[in-house]
Nanobody
C-alpha cells in the first residue's frame, strides 16, 4: 500500500483547507493524524473504507470532515474553522487489519506528512 498526501499550506484562523491522500492497494480503514512541534502524534479522524463510518477526535469534531472517493481511491480531510492550535504536520495512514483504531501505532502504512500552518 502506498499513500500520497497533499493539500497543506498556510491559512488564516477561521479559514479552510482540504487535505487529500491517494491510496494504492486495499485497506480496511484510513486515518488522519497530526503532529505539532514538540508534541506527540495524535489522532484526528478515521474512516472505514467500505462502510464509510467515521470517527473524530473531540478537538476537531464539528469542524473537520473525513470522506473517501472510491472511484479515485482517495481520502479527504476537509478542515473548516481552522485554529492556530491546528498547526501541525498532518499524516494519512492506512490500516489493513479489520478493526478501527485511534492509536497511531496500529496503522500499517503512512504517507509523507503535509504541513498545515494556521496564522492568528
Amino acid at each position: 500500500v502506498q499513500l500520497q498526501a497533499s493539500g497543506g499550506g498556510l491559512v488564516q484562523a477561521g479559514g479552510s483547507l482540504r487535505l487529500s491522500c491517494g491510496v494504492s492497494g486495499r485497506t480496511f480503514s484510513m486515518g488522519w493524524f497530526r503532529q505539532a512541534p514538540g508534541k506527540e502524534r495524535e489522532f484526528v479522524a478515521l474512516i472505514r473504507w467500505n462502510a464509510g463510518s467515521t470517527s473524530y477526535a473531540d478537538s476537531v469534531k464539528g469542524r473537520f470532515t473525513i470522506s473517501r472517493d472510491n472511484a479515485k481511491n482517495t481520502v479527504y480531510l476537509q478542515m473548516n474553522s481552522l485554529e492556530p492550535e491546528d498547526t501541525a504536520v498532518y499524516y494519512c495512514a492506512a490500516k489493513t487489519t479489520t478493526y478501527t483504531s485511534t492509536w497511531w501505532n496500529d496503522y500499517d502504512y503512512w504517507g509523507q506528512g503535509t504541513l498545515v500552518t494556521v496564522s492568528s
